[in-house]
């Protein structure tokens, strides 16, 4: 690990238990059985803990796009050419992608921040050069990435967590944009949780079943790399495990939102984690700083086939099942509005003795 990157291991931030029993002993009295608005109670519990306070908010979110390429494409493994990150970046820039329109209805800030892309982008006022290369290498063939350009991209994550937080953001969404991302997610996510190809990858942009047989292929022999010169190379010893795997097998992307996710739980920023690529991310996030775990929120099941086994390792139970399969943050911004209503249930309701009500304690059976 390189002296820049000894960040990734301090540990995250603490929760606030106590705000977290004020909070609840508040949900307690408000005018309602007790349970009777499910996992939104779960929800406004949860982000009081994190924000320290009584009655939560979430009406500052930050939504940041990280935008990278991946050497891997050249193995024919998307639906899509690489050309289409750039696109899709300066679409998000111009308001007509999905985030941009998002982003726009609930009145969030969106960043865009282009870490590399194989196809050189114009500069653009909205969008944030952080180029490193442009993209990935080939993850089937070698490395990723070198240890060097993935601190490079943990670091960027963190900057961008950072900025979320001088501007006030009361939650961090972290999307992505990059054309084969689906493979180098699926290959980090079989590295880390010892799993083979065929548990994770899936159809990513919309390939065929003969198109996911031979992307599962290309994972399995990059599996295999990986191992190899696992084996050959011993392990340098200030280096995470998890960080060595994401070198070898992620993608600029996948590195900048795990970084994002540690700073934020370091910072006690909550993290709204969006689909397949973005829970990758948060695995390889835990994997290096175990706490920050407790500073994320599931929004939605993507339709991506391997997001189940991910969700399961990190224990998380998302909001939303909309079939929806984008990435950008687009399924985390879909389920801000729930957390707003969470938090407006949880702040603004009548308590029993305001409103009133009688029947606070549930009645006893007669004796
Ligand atoms: O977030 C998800 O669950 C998700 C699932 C499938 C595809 N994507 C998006 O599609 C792109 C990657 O797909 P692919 O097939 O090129 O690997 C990338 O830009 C992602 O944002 C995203
Ligand atoms: C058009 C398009 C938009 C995307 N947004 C995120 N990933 C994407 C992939 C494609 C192909």
Request: hydrophobic share 25%.
């Given at each position: 690990m390189t002296a820049s990157t000894h960040w990734v291991c301090t540990p995250a931030a603490e929760l606030d238990a106590a705000m977290g029993r004020a909070a609840a002993a508040r949900q307690a009295q408000l005018t309602k059985p007790p349970g009777a608005l499910g996992r939104l109670e779960e929800v406004a519990l949860r982000l009081a803990a994190m924000q320290g306070r009584e009655r939560p908010s979430v009406e500052r979110v930050r939504i940041c796009v990280f935008a990278a390429d991946n050497g891997v494409v050249e193995e024919g493994v998307s639906a899509f050419p690489p050309s289409v990150t750039m696109q899709m970046v300066m679409n998000m820039a111009a308001g007509g992608a999905a985030i941009s329109v998002l982003a726009l209805a609930l009145e969030a800030d969106i960043e865009l921040v282009n870490l590399g892309t194989a196809t050189p982008m114009s500069p653009h006022p909205a969008v944030r050069d952080a180029t490193i290369a442009p993209g990935s290498a080939n993850l089937a063939r070698g490395p990723a990435m070198t240890d060097a350009q993935c601190d490079q991209a943990l670091a960027q994550g963190r900057a961008a967590a950072l900025r979320a937080i001088d501007a006030g953001a009361e939650l961090f969404i972290g999307g992505e944009m990059g054309i084969g991302n689906t493979t180098a997610s699926a290959a980090v996510a079989c590295a880390l949780l010892e799993q083979p190809a065929a548990a994770l990858v899936g159809p990513g942009t919309g390939l065929d079943s003969a198109g996911v047989k031979h992307k599962q292929r290309v994972v399995a022999r990059a599996l295999e790399r990986h191992r190899r010169a696992a084996q050959a190379t011993p392990p340098d010893a200030g280096r995470p495990a998890p960080a060595a795997v994401l070198a070898s097998l992620g993608g600029f992307d996948v590195a900048a939102l795990a970084g994002a996710y540690v700073a934020c739980a370091q910072r006690r920023l909550p993290v709204l984690l969006d689909g397949f690529i973005s829970s990758v991310a948060a695995l390889v996030a835990v994997r290096l700083c175990p706490g920050a775990a407790d500073w994320m929120l599931f929004s939605h099941a993507s339709a991506e086939p391997g997001h189940a086994l991910v969700l399961q390792a990190l224990g998380g139970v998302p909001l939303l099942d909309l079939e929806m399969r984008l990435g950008e943050g687009s399924g985390a911004a879909t389920a801000v509005p729930l957390l707003r209503l969470a938090c407006r249930l949880h702040g603004d309701m009548a308590t029993f003795a305001e409103a009133g009500?009688?029947?606070?304690a549930p009645l006893s059976a007669p004796q």
């Open positions: 009500v009688k029947g606070q």
